[in-house]
């Protein structure tokens, strides 16, 4: 990852109004499952993504103990001192452990993270949208009938006009603009249409 790539979310956010920190955030958390996934589930690990250059880095964090139990989540004290002399007992110590070919697997997460990430916030922003305007009536246009049911076009979102909400003896014309009364909102899971 590079400034391109912050520059890409500097875009998103303000072209989709989603916040450059949520979408980091969720893409380490999606770097770090691909990690644990891919390089070493067992272990405690992190990882951060530099704001300013876009780099990033994989930590593994080990609890420092006098016993070692479990070496992939605990390091002596003995072991910690050769980092850093001033570790104590259940300090956390981090190692880099970014691996070399972790940036094809970390480009395709990160990918897939902001297109759910954006998709989710498409959908939040449409639903607001929408909700407060239940009772009132918006002017769409007709997209298409399926088995009864008339598709409308209200702007990024759609509404379905069910048989037992239309009115007897109405014309619906695919292209035709319609006045339809927004009586629900309901959030579903297919995203803006």
Same mark, same amino acid.
Do not use: C, W
């Given at each position: 990852?590079?400034? %391109? !790539?912050?520059?890409?979310?500097?875009? &998103?956010?303000?072209?989709?109004?989603?916040?450059? #920190?949520?979408? &980091?955030? *969720?893409?380490?958390?999606?770097?770090?499952? *691909?990690?644990?996934?891919? !390089?070493?589930?067992?272990?405690?690990?992190?990882?951060?993504? #530099?704001?300013?250059?876009? %780099? !990033?880095?994989?930590?593994?964090?080990?609890?420092?103990? /006098? =016993?070692? /139990? %479990? $070496?992939? =989540?605990?390091? +002596? &004290?003995?072991?910690?001192?050769?980092?850093? @002399?001033?570790?104590?007992?259940? #300090?956390?110590?981090? +190692?880099? @452990?970014?691996?070399?070919? !972790?940036?094809?697997? *970390? *480009?395709? +997460?990160?990918?897939?993270?902001?297109? $759910?990430?954006?998709?989710?916030a498409e959908r939040n922003i449409i639903f607001e949208e929408f909700a407060n305007r239940e009772g009132d009536i918006v002017t769409g246009v007709v997209q298409r009938? /399926? $088995?009864?049911?008339?598709?409308?076009?209200?702007?990024?979102?759609?509404?379905?006009?069910?048989?037992? /909400? =239309?009115?007897?003896?109405? #014309?619906?014309?695919?292209?035709?603009?319609?006045?339809?009364?927004?009586?629900? @909102?309901?959030?579903?899971?297919?995203?803006?249409?």
């Open positions: 990852m590079n400034t %391109d !790539f912050l520059e890409a979310l500097k875009d &998103l956010e303000k072209e989709k109004g989603i916040t450059v #920190d949520v979408l &980091l955030e *969720a893409i380490e958390a999606a770097l770090l499952s *691909a990690y644990k996934r891919n !390089f070493g589930s067992l272990q405690n690990a992190r990882v951060h993504i #530099d704001r300013e250059t876009g %780099d !990033f880095k994989v930590f593994t964090q080990q609890i420092v103990k /006098e =016993q070692v /139990e %479990d $070496q992939r =989540q605990e390091i +002596t &004290l003995e072991d910690a001192h050769k980092i850093d @002399v001033k570790y104590e007992l259940d #300090d956390i110590v981090e +190692t880099e @452990v970014t691996p070399r070919n !972790f940036g094809r697997i *970390a *480009a395709q +997460t990160a990918k897939q993270v902001v297109v $759910q990430r954006i998709r989710e009938i /399926e $088995q009864k049911n008339v598709y409308i076009e209200l702007g990024k979102t759609e509404a379905i006009l069910a048989p037992s /909400e =239309q009115m007897p003896g109405e #014309d619906y014309r695919q292209g035709s603009r319609i006045k339809v009364y927004i009586i629900e @909102v309901r959030k579903t899971t297919r995203g803006p249409q």
